[in-house]
């Protein structure tokens, strides 16, 4: 099993709740297996999963979504995401995190984020969901990094609307320039340097600066 097996079947395991779902754990690894023994059995892992998620599915129309069903919510996810059904996956995966926050199982809900960002990386809630989670635990480091992430993938999402026939890679550096813009107001008002522009106010020159940039973006 090559390591990118390996680090997301330590995902699955964290947010699987470690030994006491060794079952679960097991039969994730029958369905995937290594990398190599992925090739050519997609069709039946996805019967696989179809039957499972028939017996999940029954289950969590029981017991609805709080937070006894984190871990049937998390699976879930996982055999919509073998059938090739993202947009399911994602939605029991956001679920799975918000039942997960709700016990109290931080760690667990971590590890359902991580999981979805390698799925779709330009997701926004789940990278301020992860931020936030990143502070608490104290990982500063980690959690500024996420926070950029988040605040660059917000940015982007925004400016999609308006670049007309701008390429990805053009909207990904418009939105990396403005945001740095804006992360250079914030340290100068920090830094209690704000009056080297000329104005007193965050917010005003915040609202200028995006303001002008977002009329020049527009009209190139």
């Excluded at 029958?30 to 996805?46: L, Y």
């Excluded at 499972?52 to 979504?65: F, N, P, Q, S, Y």
């Excluded at 804006?182 to 200028?208: F, M, P, Y």
Aim: glycine residues 12%; proline residues 1%.
């Amino acid at each position: 099993m090559d390591s990118a097996d390996e680090r997301w079947f330590a995902d699955v395991s964290q947010a699987a709740g470690g030994k006491g779902n060794h079952r679960m754990f097991e039969f994730l690894r029958k369905v995937f297996g290594s990398s190599e023994e992925r090739t050519g059995r997609s069709d039946s892992a996805g019967i696989m999963a179809s039957e499972d998620l028939g017996r999940i599915e029954r289950e969590l129309a029981r017991l609805g979504h709080g937070p006894d069903a984190s871990r049937l919510l998390n699976r879930a996810g996982d055999l919509y995401l073998v059938k090739g059904d993202r947009q399911r996956a994602l939605k029991r995966y956001g679920a799975a995190i918000d039942a997960f926050l709700q016990s109290g199982e931080y760690d667990s809900a971590m590890a359902v984020c991580r999981k979805i960002i390698r799925v779709v990386p330009e997701v926004i809630r789940t990278r301020r969901t992860l931020a936030w989670l990143c502070l608490g635990k104290g990982f500063l480091e980690i959690a500024r990094e996420h926070i950029d992430a988040y605040a660059s993938a917000s940015v982007e999402a925004g400016l999609e609307p308006l670049a007309g026939q701008r390429s990805g890679d053009e909207i990904a550096q418009a939105a990396r320039a403005l945001w740095g813009g804006v992360h250079g107001i914030c340290i100068l008002a920090l830094s209690d340097t704000l009056g080297i522009t000329g104005v007193d106010s965050v917010q005003h020159l915040t609202r200028s600066l995006i303001g002008n940039y977002l009329k020049g973006f527009v009209s190139e």
